[in-house]
């Protein structure tokens, strides 16, 4: 089984709300664990993140934990960047063997090709952002970003940038134009395209393929799996409930 989690931003809320929050998604993975072979992390698992040479931004233990013991287990785990959490330098490889990816990758489950990306650029709507991206992600701009801002100063500002400039409800354009994208993908290759960012979940059948948004961990509790099925599903605390599942060569 794949299990991919997507925008979890932990750090948006209070205290309370984010102990909860991180209790949920670490219950999930100890439930699912004996048939969890890949995990995903989808983008956006932070609220802000700044990772510098020699520090991390503190909290969420016991979910790194968990982490950590999926790779000791031999359990793959892969971090797609987003766009709140893209500066990452070598803390999750090192402690996780996690495979970071800058924007997208294809994965593999039997004939299936699966392309995997966090979304964010995705839309047409996102012009500017799409300019703005390889810059803030550039090696040149990163560094100097660490060296001129000490650790908490960088970290605050990655913090306040993230609350002022988020949005605060779904944008129903930025989704339908992700579906856009995702349907010209299923065109081009792709069995099944899977993404987040726009906290809208989904799960659609297209003549090419199956479109997958994993919504938003953070919002709703949704996260998806790949195995026989292709799976959306919501989590209530203690328990899985599925809000819909396709078998995973239906469109074929």
């Excluded at 802000?48 to 503190?58: A, G, L, Q």
């Excluded at 969420?60 to 982490?67: I, P, Q």
């Excluded at 766009?83 to 990758?105: C, K, L, M, Q, S």
């Excluded at 500002?157 to 354009?173: G, I």
Aim: aromatic share 10%; hydrophobic share 35%; glycine share 8%.
């Amino acid at each position: 089984m794949i299990l991919i989690l997507s925008d979890l931003h932990f750090g948006k809320s209070s205290v309370e709300d984010e102990r909860a929050k991180e209790a949920d998604v670490v219950s999930l993975i100890r439930l699912l664990r004996p048939k969890i072979k890949q995990l995903c992390l989808l983008g956006d698992v932070f609220d802000h993140f700044v990772e510098y040479e020699h520090s991390i931004p503190k909290g969420f233990s016991r979910f790194l934990g968990t982490l950590a013991e999926l790779a000791d287990d031999g359990i793959e785990i892969t971090y797609y960047l987003g766009n709140h959490d893209p500066w990452h330098i070598d803390y999750f490889g090192t402690e996780f063997n996690a495979t970071i990816v800058e924007d997208a990758r294809i994965e593999h489950i039997g004939d299936q090709s699966i392309f995997m990306t966090h979304g964010d650029g995705k839309a047409r709507s996102s012009g500017m952002y799409s300019i703005l991206k390889p810059i803030l992600r550039h090696p040149l701009p990163t560094t100097l970003y660490r060296y001129l801002l000490p650790g908490d100063t960088g970290i605050r500002l990655a913090r306040w940038s993230s609350r002022r400039f988020s949005a605060k409800e779904t944008n129903m354009e930025t989704v339908s134009l992700m579906r856009q994208y995702a349907i010209k993908k299923l065109g081009n290759g792709a069995d099944i395209v899977v993404m987040g960012h726009c906290h809208h979940a989904e799960l659609t059948t297209f003549p090419d393929g199956l479109y997958l948004n994993t919504g938003s961990w953070h919002d709703d509790r949704t996260f998806a799996t790949i195995n026989d099925s292709v799976s959306l599903c919501t989590w209530d605390g203690s328990s899985v409930t599925n809000i819909e599942a396709k078998p995973l060569a239906q469109h074929r």
